[in-house]
């Protein structure tokens, strides 16, 4: 009763069958997740090769939820049941929700916007995981803006407590609580948030994990930097964060917040430089670190 909005007595429509765009690091999780909780939920990859990725990610998610959770086989089995990983769009039809988590390139998020919603139906929440894209971009394509939002998840899903729900100036505060109820339902804590540069987190967060990347630039080592903040109570060091973020994704962050914070330019700069060279972070063996 908490989640229905003051104005009316109307109950929200339920959220059943979810549906995540691109099986990558964040949608193999948030499906997993969601599968786990009881959601039936479709993973929609670009091509077979994509949904093999996709389903042997997932699948060492679920494996690795089983021993933490102790689960039986008969868990087991039942959360296969509710995962499927496909490279067709026939579950659109049925989703309550579709969660966009494909590649940070606003042009093919807006692209699958575009071909999403025209198979959806009118009831359907279509939002994005996007962490430095404006999502009134992808609003603005769509015949219905308003039941758009983001639901900015934290990378690790499984570990991470806070979700941003982010709110365009068209969408409806029914989509934004039923959201909320969404990600109350996962386990998480949601916040609501505008629509601007790194939200509420990553716009606090990157000026730090920005100035550890600065420190790189002047010539520091790594572990000298993460260290001592591991020392100080940091769960991760600064630099180890960011390659287990990706390199790419956190130029994309440090791009959109260039305008907002004064040296975020220079450190995006960096952080590009290291993407082009093919130094991911975690998911490339490289980063700030080695991981091979
Ligand atoms: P990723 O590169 O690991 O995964 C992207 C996936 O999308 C790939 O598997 C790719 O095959 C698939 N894809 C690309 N185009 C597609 C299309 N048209 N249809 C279906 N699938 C398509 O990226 P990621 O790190 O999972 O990031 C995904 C989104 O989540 C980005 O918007 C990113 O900003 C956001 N995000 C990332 C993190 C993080 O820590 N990595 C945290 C929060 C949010």
Redesign the pocket.
């Known amino acids: 009763a908490a989640d229905q909005p003051a104005d009316t007595a109307e109950p929200l429509p339920e959220i059943r069958n979810l549906v995540v ?8 999780e948030i499906a997993q997740l969601a599968a786990a909780k009881d959601f039936h939920v479709t993973v ?4 077979a090769a ?1 949904a093999d ?2 389903r042997k990610r997932i699948e060492g998610l679920v494996k690795q939820w089983a021993k933490y959770q102790h689960a039986d086989e008969q868990m087991l089995t039942k959360i296969r049941q509710q995962l499927h990983v496909t ?1 067709d769009d026939t579950a659109l039809s049925k989703a309550d929700l579709v969660i ?5 390139r606003e042009s ?2 807006r ?2 916007f575009r ?1 999403v919603e025209r198979l959806i139906g009118d009831d359907t929440l279509l939002v ?6 404006r999502v009134q971009r992808m609003a603005e394509v769509t015949s219905h803006p308003d039941r758009v939002a983001g639901l ?4 690790p899903v499984s570990r991470m407590e806070l979700v941003e729900v982010v709110h365009t100036h068209d969408t409806d505060p029914r989509v934004l609580q039923r959201l909320l109820q969404f990600a109350r339902s996962l386990g998480k804590t949601p916040v609501v948030t505008a629509d601007s540069p790194g939200f509420i987190v990553n716009r606090v967060l990157f000026p730090y994990l920005g100035e550890a990347v600065q420190m790189t630039i002047e010539g520091y080592d790594a572990e000298f930097i993460d260290r001592p903040m591991r020392s100080f109570g940091m769960p991760m060091g600064p630099l180890e964060l960011l390659d ?3 390199i ?2 956190a130029a ?2 440090a791009d959109s917040l260039s305008g907002v914070l004064p040296d975020a330019q220079a450190v995006a700069e960096r952080l590009k430089e290291m993407s082009e060279a093919g130094e991911l972070g975690k ?1 490339s063996g490289q980063g700030f670190y080695l991981y091979k």
């Not at 994005?128 to 894209?133: G, H, K, M, R, V």
């Not at 900015?152 to 990378?155: L, S």
């Open positions: 765009i691109g099986g990558g690091v964040m949608g193999a929609q990859e670009i091509d994509a990725a996709a490279c966009e988590a494909v590649v940070e093919v998020k692209q699958v071909d994005s995981n996007t962490s430095s894209l900015h998840f934290f990378n287990h973020v990706g790419d994704i994309h962050v998911k």
